[in-house]
């Protein structure tokens, strides 16, 4: 009987040992449920984040794409300035002062249009610039335009009185 009382007695030591240790690992088990609610609380945050930043970068991207769009439209602008610029100088030859003039107004303008368009994509204000000068250089060849007209008027006159005298 002692050996049954001795082995019972073990059993019973090996079932507290036990229950201790599936305690352990129970408290161990409870301990890292809350660490993976922590961490799939932190992931959904970080997902949110996620969304949060993509969001930003489509917004980016949108801008982007506007300012592109502005900076090919300034383009068309030029090249079509550019060829106003190049059929006026056959229409002006017998003003050779002036075109003098503006075509040194026109390589500092085309200067500072080509170091805007660096900056373009850092510096949105200078497009602004840019625009203010295309203005100034059309309004400066629609009043040659005018000038040229008002010359060629002239000529006609001196030429109708010309025949006139004679």
């Excluded at 106003?84 to 390589?107: A, G, L």
């Excluded at 840019?130 to 059309?138: A, D, M, P, W």
Aim: without cysteine; negative net charge; aromatic residues 4%.
């Amino acid at each position: 009987m002692n050996n049954i009382e001795n082995l019972l007695h073990q059993i019973l030591e090996n079932q507290k040992l036990m229950q201790s240790e599936i305690s352990d690992i129970k408290s161990d088990i409870s301990g890292m449920k809350s660490e993976i609610n922590n961490i799939n609380s932190d992931i959904s945050s970080m997902k949110s984040e996620i969304n949060n930043i993509n969001s930003d970068i489509s917004s980016i991207k949108s801008e982007i794409n506007s300012i592109n769009s502005d900076i090919n439209g300034m383009k068309s602008e030029i090249n079509n300035i550019k060829s106003d610029i190049s059929s006026m100088k056959s229409e002006i030859n017998n003003i050779k002062s002036d075109i003098n003039e503006i075509k040194s107004e026109i390589k500092t303008v085309n200067k500072k249009i080509d170091t805007l368009f660096d900056k373009v994509g850092e510096n949105a204000e200078e497009i602004i610039k840019i625009n203010s000068k295309l203005n100034v250089i059309i309004e400066d060849m629609d009043f040659i335009k005018h000038k040229t007209f008002e010359n060629e008027e002239f000529i006609f006159r001196l030429k109708k009185n010309l025949l006139i005298v004679k």
